[in-house]
């Protein structure tokens, strides 16, 4: 049985073949970086037209190099929501003309749900499944939230982000210091580089859901500490830099050991924000597992913080390809909606705000 996966939520236009929700067949990703990049974050026009030029020949290539064709497929699955609308509707648009040229079910996916499934569909394949309720840590560029995710897929919203999500937190604090965009992968190559006790950054006390997170006055202390100091001439080499397409040690060779402490200070205060909320929301559900999924999962620090924290529950992260956005995690998401029969209209709409619990 296989589904045909689209995702085109934000920034990257993504087509897979899954069989048996368990094996990728193929999984292609069109990246918008190089689009974007200059502009320190997504031009949500940009993205759009970017979609527009490359859904037909990723889907093309998503079905040749799984030797699939259409008449092989069960249905057709695509990421309705949350996103940017106007790359929403791309994807899902081209999903509904599959459908209604070949007369397949559609199955609508959360992207969010997407990401948690990216989890399940490897651990899965590993012979080793998730373990239920388990508490579900979803980390990326626009969503910093923990589910509790029950068996059958019922989830439950514990907590989120009152402010930027995490990885907004590592893109905008890049941005500040003049480094490229997405700034989660340079952060996380220089932070090994610098020491992670040499600025101290405390969190506010927050009132309310004490499972909740926040990351703008993270960001802003470094702002102050920015300001503190006469950073302008080493940041504008790093603009300079930035139109030259640089190694990860071309940008080492351009950081002075006080930003590297600076930057693994800030690195290590989101992992400790993100790993205290997790464990104290898996003990209050009691969980058996924990999934740590989005963009931000690639982070190896977090990876590292989490294997040492000897948690009493299995810690599971997807691999690299599908940490960050994909379609893979979307087809796989679609599986048990297709056990269950639970298909769209072809009316069904894409919805920029839409939630999982
Ligand atoms: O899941 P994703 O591809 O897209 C969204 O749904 O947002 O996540 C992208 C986010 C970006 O903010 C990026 O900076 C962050 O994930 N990211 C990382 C790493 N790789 C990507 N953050 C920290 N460390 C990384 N290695
Ligand atoms: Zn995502």
Redo the contacts with the bound molecule.
Sequence with gaps: MRILGIESS?D?TAAAVVENGATVLSSVVASQMSTHGKYGGVVPELASREHLRAIVPVVREALESSATTLDDLSAVAATVGPGLVGSLLVGLTYAKSLCFARGLPLIAVN?IEG?IHAVILEAKRAATPVEFPSLALVV????THLFEVRQGFAYRLLGKTRDDAA??A??KVAKLLGYPY????V??RLAPYGSPEAVRFTFAKMKGNALDFSFSGLKTAVLRWVEARDMEPEIAARRALLRQNPTWEQWLAATPQATLDLLASFQRAVITELLTRAAASAEQIEARSLIVS???A??SGLRAAAQAAALPYPVYFPSPGLS??NAAMIAAAAFPKFERGEFAGLDVKAEAGLRLA
């Design positions: 934000c990257e992207h990401h990326s560029g626009g969503h990885g907004e590592f893109d997405p700034g989660g992968p952060i996380d989005g963009g931000v690639c982070n960050t956005d």
